[in-house]
């Protein structure tokens, strides 16, 4: 079985600012991780690896050059090898041209070693945040997508049997492979980096594509292939009315539900 999963570098997010000029984030000399939620699918893979003996695992990234340290850091953890994307020209990427260009990229991963029965990538990325990626990607690879997934395993057949999160509980899939997942949190932490992996990932040299590997449509591609922009960055104004109970814990919900009812809330 042959597995990608999509890893993002993040800024830490405690520690990040917006500049208010360009509405970007401030991401020079900040501390960057790996996107939390690309760490569970990452662990997705990994299990799936441990249980279908011969599987591979492959990351795929795209950022600047120091985003190799993810694709490092998935090696440390279990991971076969891995691809950066890099290259002046898709910096200022959206949401859509991202999509456009790891598709790209994963199409030339299965030109050049077949093609992958699952695609991985984490429920959304703690800075931009959309979880619009994922399901893009698929979208552009021809592939069904399932969102929130917590487990994943081979169903016999050619299908993967899926259990995804829902607001009110879960729910079990059984999906045909190829196929696409975003992953949450409860798929499980990403185990740690054995002293082999670390050793590995050590003198682990992934390869670098750019437009000349991917030649991508121009048009499509960074800042000028982006249909979208931030216009503007704020915060939600704090409305200043507020209105403290006291009293019993059963005096303050009596006063609460008194003043819903007056407002014809309740
Ligand atoms: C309207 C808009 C305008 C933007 N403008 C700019 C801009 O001008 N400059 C700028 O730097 N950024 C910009 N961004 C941010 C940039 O588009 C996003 O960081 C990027 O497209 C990924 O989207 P996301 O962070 O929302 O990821 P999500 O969709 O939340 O990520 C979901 C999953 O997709 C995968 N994934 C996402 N991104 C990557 C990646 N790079 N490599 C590998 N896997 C990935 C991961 O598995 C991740 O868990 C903009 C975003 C929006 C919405």
């Known amino acids: 079985m042959k597995i990608a999963v999509c890893i993002k570098q993040v800024p830490d997010s405690d520690k990040v600012t917006i500049d208010r000029t360009t509405n970007r984030l401030n991401r020079a000399g900040v ?9 569970n699918a990452l662990e997705m893979a990994l299990k799936l690896k441990d249980a279908n003996p011969g599987t591979t695992v492959t990351v795929v990234t795209m950022g600047p050059p120091p985003a190799a340290e993810v694709i490092k850091t ?40 077949g093609p992958f029965d699952l695609v991985l990538f984490g429920k959304q990325a703690t800075d ?8 893009g990607i698929a979208n ?18 050619d299908a ?21 997942l975003t ?34 449509n121009p048009d499509f591609i960074g800042l000028k292939g982006s249909p979208t922009r931030v216009s503007k960055v704020f915060a939600p104004p704090v409305k200043s009315n507020r209105e403290k109970f006291s009293g019993t814990p059963a005096e303050q919900a009596a006063a609460l539900v008194e003043r819903l009812a007056a407002r014809q809330l309740v």
């Not at 049997?161 to 696409?180: F, S």
């Not at 670390?198 to 594509?209: C, E, F, G, L, N």
């Open 160 to 180: 993967f049997r899926v259990v995804r999160m829902t607001e009110d509980g879960t729910e079990e899939w059984e999906v045909q492979r190829p196929c696409a």
């Open 74 to 113: 998935a090696v440390a953890h279990g991971a076969d090898g891995g691809v950066l994307i890099c290259g002046r020209e898709f910096g200022g990427a959206d949401t859509w041209a991202t999509g456009y260009t790891i598709a790209l990229a994963i199409r030339k991963l299965q030109e050049d070693g």
């Open 128 to 135: 931009g945040d959309t979880a619009q990626v994922g399901p």
């Open 183 to 216: 992953v949450v949190k409860e798929a499980g932490e990403l185990r740690i980096a054995s002293l082999r992996g670390k050793m590995k990932a050590k003198s682990y040299q992934p390869p670098v594509w750019g437009v000349e590997e991917l030649q991508p």
């Open 140 to 157: 552009n690879l021809g592939l069904p997508c399932l969102t929130y997934a917590k487990s994943c395993e081979v169903a016999g057949g």
């Open 31 to 39: 501390p960057a991780i790996v996107n939390p939620f690309d760490e």
